[in-house]
């Protein structure tokens, strides 16, 4: 399992550079973004940000705008320079880049060659005449990416780290998760029948005329529902023990026999595994009942949607533009479609990251700052250390085990050692849609090859450029790529309090992953395992209980709150990263002696506004909506609040008296 500090949907963000972001070159802090008017005791993110937030509106093309936003702009900009030389003067090193990048930017082509470069995937499926047919083609469709009846791949196993093996998992939905399909109310409804009138969209698209549309619309919908209905909760999966099943290769056939799993697995040419991990065995019983209640005819209905609707971004415009319409405007409220550059920049990244990462980083990261980075690690850590060695609520065997898993947790600054081979990645510069489905089936294939293989713990899960960070539960480690370690999150030239502020409390709340509800049930060694003490795991539990019902009495917008379990991971993680990285901040500042005040604020002033700050954001109603159902991060508002009010040392820092909003009589503590 992984966690990111931030939710995907942000992640290489585009838009416009603000003035106001462009100040944190100064010395990191935002003086122009704070608001007197607004009380710090009151609302320490209004006071932190309005001036922020009045500076900078969301784009037209965008659902939010936050404070890593203009940097996430400025590397694409960077990445773009990157793939407009590749494909003009391409080397040994860039050709497949610049080729990828030059298909995927010729919209002239993709207009002229219409819906032909899908039509052998059309055909694919309109020539299955027997269910028994059916698990040759799933398997090929899994193979180009499209996300159909369930998922299949490889993983480590809970029980044994150092190992992978072969997963199959719950999948085939076309809203973000299995609430959409379930939940009651206006705007549920309202969302499903959206959803159904795009489908309906697609399939005119494709040519079918508007009754036939409108039925099989209706039948995608309804096989969806079925599959939604044996998924299990997003808030259900956080718990390990919920999505470990390890059972006999053979149990697939009796949990879904009516799919012939040896066609399917040949199809996907896995290698041979005596078992694997399926996640949730429900699932695919269901899967079973429904192959054998449902149609062939429908069922290749609802395959046929879900591939026009993987494929739609490299299709003609009027494909873009309707995908752009429902899960851009509806579900997430961006108001205009993405530029094309921006676009294939994404897509460059998500399909040849380390490719294109590889040449980012040339300019982009430098020993220096790797240096600086490290240093704050090794602080946080010891910090941590102290913290766990202090707590009166755990006794000391668990403390022990605590203090080890610690001690042995990697990090990983900037990119790969070793960069991800793509010569088998055949990539035509004239062919944006086949590039896709072969990109695709490459990290398909190259998931598949690690079953049964020891792990490879130098493997990274995301991209150089990536603005972002995680920490994983099995190998243990916390990863930074070089994406974030820039202003405003990080400049060697800024004071201790603004770095330890911003990219500290990141690092502290990677770190604290490995010891949030779900991180806690791994061991050392990243197996799922018992080495906490009873009494010390209910202690655990009515403590983060405490975060959990704090956090669900927020509410981003009206009638919508946040899931304090949902988001319980990552609501712990910001609490104790942000506690940790203080206590950091002030072990240094006592080295040096440090503490005069820098734009009339003290250090621990300037810590909580540079944190507070890394979180500027303005979003979308309709994307706030969509965070708080789907997402396990908070909306940026209660990640600040939310952590200063359990914070006494943000109190004394300010002066807040006992009592006010942002220091409660009550508070919450786990790290």
């Known amino acids: 399992m992984r966690r990111s500090l931030l939710l995907p949907i942000l992640i290489l963000a585009a838009g416009l550079c603000s003035t106001a972001q462009a100040q944190t070159a100064a010395d990191g802090l935002l003086v122009s973004a704070i608001d007197p008017a607004a009380a710090p005791c009151q609302d320490f993110y209004a006071h932190a940000c309005n001036g922020w937030l009045k500076a900078n509106p969301i784009p037209p093309d965008q659902t939010s705008w936050d404070a890593d936003s203009a940097l996430v702009e400025t590397n694409r900009a960077k990445l773009r320079q990157i793939l407009e030389r590749a494909a003009a003067t391409p080397t040994e090193a ?9 298909a995927c930017m010729d919209e002239g082509v993709i207009e002229a060659k219409g819906i032909e470069p899908l039509r052998p995937e059309l055909d694919r499926i309109a020539a299955v005449t027997d269910k028994k047919d059916l698990a040759p083609l799933v398997a090929h469709l899994h193979l180009v990416g499209t996300d159909v009846l369930f998922s299949f791949g490889s993983d480590q196993d809970y029980r044994d780290a150092t190992k992978v093996i072969a997963e199959a998992d719950q999948g085939g939905l076309g809203l973000p998760n299995r609430d959409y399909y379930l939940k009651k109310g206006k705007e549920a409804e309202q969302t499903r029948a959206a959803y159904v009138a795009h489908t309906e969209r697609l399939f ?14 209706q039948t995608v919908m309804a096989i969806e529902t079925a599959l939604a209905q044996a998924s299990l909760s997003t808030v259900r999966r956080r718990d390990p023990s919920a999505i470990y099943h390890k059972l006999p290769r053979g149990d697939l056939d009796r949990l879904a026999p009516g799919f012939d799993w040896t066609a399917y697995l040949a199809g ?7 078992s694997l991990n399926v996640v949730v065995p429900g699932f695919f019983g269901a899967v079973g009942k429904l192959l054998a209640a449902t149609s062939l005819e ?41 530029p094309r550059w921006k676009r294939c920049v994404t897509f460059t990244d998500s399909d040849l990251g380390e490719d294109l990462g590889r040449i980012y980083v040339e300019d982009a990261f430098g020993p220096v700052a790797k240096a600086r980075i490290l240093a704050l690690v090794r602080n946080l850590k010891a910090a941590f250390a102290q913290d766990i060695a202090g707590l009166g609520w755990m006794g000391a065997e668990t403390k022990r085990k605590a203090l080890h898993k610690l001690q042995v947790m990697a990090e990983k ?32 294939r190259r998931q598949l090859a690690k079953i049964d293989k020891p792990v490879d713990k130098g493997e990274w899960y995301m991209s150089p450029p990536t603005v972002n960070a995680y920490y994983d539960d099995q190998r243990n480690d916390i990863n930074f790529p070089a994406g974030i370690l820039q202003p405003p999150n990080f400049d060697a030239r800024w004071d201790d309090a603004i770095n330890y502020g911003a990219i500290g409390a990141t690092i502290g709340h990677e770190m604290t992953h490995g010891f949030d509800d779900s991180g806690r049930l791994f061991d050392a060694d990243g197996n799922l395992a018992s080495w906490w003490t009873r009494e010390d795991a209910r202690n655990y539990h009515t403590r983060s209980e405490c975060i959990a019902r704090e956090y669900s009495g927020f509410s981003p917008v009206p009638g919508v709150k946040l899931d304090g379990h949902l988001t319980l991971g990552e609501n712990t993680a910001d609490n ?25 604020y003290t250090p621990d002033q300037r810590f909580f506004l540079a944190y507070a700050q890394s979180w500027c954001t303005n979003q979308t109603p309709a994307s706030s909506r969509l965070q708080a159902l789907t997402d396990p991060h908070s909306t940026a508002a209660f990640r600040v609040n939310g952590v200063v009010a359990n914070m006494p040392e943000f109190a004394k820092a300010f002066a807040c008296k006992p009592g006010t909003p942002m220091a409660p009589v009550k508070s919450c503590r786990v790290w």
């Open 94 to 102: 860039t050709r497949r880049i610049g080729d990828y990048w030059a």
């Open 204 to 217: 005119e698209l494709l040519g079918e005329p508007a009754t036939q549309a409108t039925r099989d619309a």
């Open 268 to 274: 996907i040419d896995a290698p041979r595994f005596e």
């Open 298 to 338: 429908d069922l290749k209905v609802y395959l046929t949607a879900h591939l026009l609707a993987h494929a739609a971004d490299m299709l003609p415009a009027k494909f873009v533009a309707e995908r752009f319409d429902f899960y851009g405007r509806t579900l997430a409220g961006a108001k205009e479609l993405r």
């Open 413 to 444: 600054i900037g990119y790969p050692d070793r960069w991800r081979d793509y010569s088998a990645l055949g990539i035509d510069r004239g062919d944006a849609l086949g590039n896709r489905f072969r990109a695709a089936a490459f990290e398909f």
């Open 576 to 600: 104790g990263g942000t506690r940790l990285a203080l206590m950091a901040l002030r072990k240094a500042l006592a080295a040096t002696g440090k503490t005069a005040r820098i734009d009339g």
